[in-house]
């Protein structure tokens, strides 16, 4: 299906607006998954032109997704990843958990971006930074496309080796999504030590319905459940 390439608009408007040199894109994967880390990836490209076929990582074969991200990790003037993990999920929610792992990502940076575009509506960021959401920024803006692929391919091939040591689970395939292979795996042999064990899936496992972690939240908000699929899939 063909595609607009992503451009540089949203970063030449914050540069013209706020005077912003560096600008980072930041995009995650890994939200929707009952296994495995949330991971995040800010991406700092300038105004070159991309590479040939760049776009959200969702609209790319793996083969095409894998090479491009080789191509993309030598082309960007810099990125880095950061990761919240399974624990840190459960202890925190979403929300708080993909800021965790967007600062690990921004602050590894090797100069600190003066503004950031963010995918999607909501700025789970917050100050100091300065954000910019962009709905499909995944695939409209450079920076935050680039971000999108390198994160996805660094996160499957993390679940990829995690699925080594739980080869029933199919983590090579699914990186820890819902599929008809993970989801036997868990009604057989319950969840494994990277699984989010405060998720509502367990809701639907008698046998394992124990392991389930309730958080505590000291300031009273609701747990932040936005992306949890449901056992019925």
């Given at each position: ?147 999108s692929v390198i994160a996805k391919v660094q996160r499957d091939k993390m679940m ?62 609701v747990p932040e459940i936005e992306g949890q699929l449901g056992f019925d899939f």
């Open positions: 299906m063909p595609y607009e390439p992503p451009t540089h608009t949203v970063e030449r408007s914050l540069r013209a607006t706020t005077g912003a040199k560096v600008i980072a894109g930041v995009d995650e994967v890994g939200r929707g998954a009952w296994a495995g880390p949330v991971t995040v990836c800010a991406a700092v490209t300038g105004l070159r032109r991309p590479p040939e076929g760049l776009t959200d990582s969702k609209l790319l074969t793996v083969k095409r997704r894998t090479a491009l991200a080789v191509e993309l990790e030598k082309w960007v003037t810099a990125y880095a990843l950061g990761h919240a993990s399974p624990e840190e999920i459960d202890q925190l929610g979403m929300t708080a958990a993909l800021r965790l792992a967007a600062v690990r990502a921004l602050e590894a940076l090797p100069v600190r971006p003066d503004a950031v575009i963010l995918d999607g509506k909501h700025d789970y960021l917050g100050a100091p930074w300065r954000v910019r959401t962009v709905i499909k920024g995944d695939q409209s803006c450079v920076a935050v496309a680039a971000a990829a080796e995690l699925g080594i040591y739980h080869a029933d689970f199919g983590f090579a395939a699914n990186a820890g999504y819902p599929s008809p292979v993970h989801k036997a795996a868990l009604e057989e042999r319950g969840p494994t030590p990277y699984h989010r064990l405060s998720w509502a899936y367990l809701d639907a496992l008698p046998q394992w319905r124990h392991l389930k972690k309730a958080r505590s939240w000291a300031d009273g908000n």
